[in-house]
């Protein structure tokens, strides 16, 4: 897989501490990006699923992976079999796309579906420099969702992710 940077503890590429890897190269070239040293294809490292899956282990505090960019789906294949890798470790996987989560479903490639199926969490969407707001959790612009891949792919329409309130479930209720 060729990748920009991993960061292993990482609280805003999704929910929870995260251990991220920026993916490169990415055709959509967003302006006003955060992260355009993404795009070339070209540049980067190349890094192995082992040694991915080690630096993952190294911190017994994480939640969850992310798959950012560049662009994840790419190179969907090997991103597919981190997140199993992920998975298989009881982490969740966070992905992010500038494609809409219907294309990706819709577009009859093996290695997006596997990818869509190794996703918990899509953040899908160009980025668009109009819509972008610092309010937003998790996401860079107002068009951008969060979906809950797995409940999509089971009711075949997009469910939006919702971020539990923490603060709730452990409030005593008054008497």
């Not at 294809?41 to 192995?48: F, I, N, P, V």
Request: proline share 5%; charged share 20%.
């Amino acid at each position: 897989m060729r990748i920009a940077n991993t960061v292993n503890d990482s609280i805003v590429d999704g929910h929870g501490l995260r251990f991220t890897v920026f993916t490169q190269g990415c055709p959509h070239h967003c302006p006003g990006c955060h992260n355009p040293g993404t795009h070339d294809a070209a540049s980067g490292r190349e890094a192995t699923l082992e040694e991915l899956v080690e630096q993952m282990k190294k911190n017994p505090l994480i939640e969850g992976i992310t798959l950012s960019g560049g662009e994840p789906f790419v190179q969907a294949a090997a991103c597919a079999d981190l997140a199993r890798a992920a998975h298989g470790l009881g982490l969740n996987v966070w992905t992010y796309t500038g494609y809409l989560f219907e294309h990706l479903r819709d577009a009859g490639d093996p290695a997006w579906t596997a990818l869509l199926a190794e996703t918990d969490v899509l953040v899908d969407g160009p980025f668009l420099q109009k819509e972008k707001s610092y309010e937003l959790h998790f996401r860079g612009s107002r068009n951008q969702r969060l979906i809950d891949v797995p409940a999509s792919l089971a009711q075949g329409k997009v469910v939006l992710w919702e971020e539990e309130d923490l603060l709730a479930k452990f409030t005593v209720p008054e008497s």
